[in-house]
């Protein structure tokens, strides 16, 4: 759902398929980091590298469709 929210914001201030795409990846891939560091300090919470990974694989099919 971020990669589709991302994607929105961007479609007017980028001209290209492709970087809006690209930016609304990295965007919520930068957001799933910045999530698991907050994580760190949550009692009960672990911060997982590969949650990272699942969130923005998650954003380019948000994005994808």
Known sequence: MLGILFCNVLRDYKKTLQGIALWSIAGSALYALTDEFHQLF?????????????DTLGASLGVGL
């Open 42 to 54: 949550i009692t009960g919470r672990s911060s997982e590298l590969h949650d990272v990974g699942i």
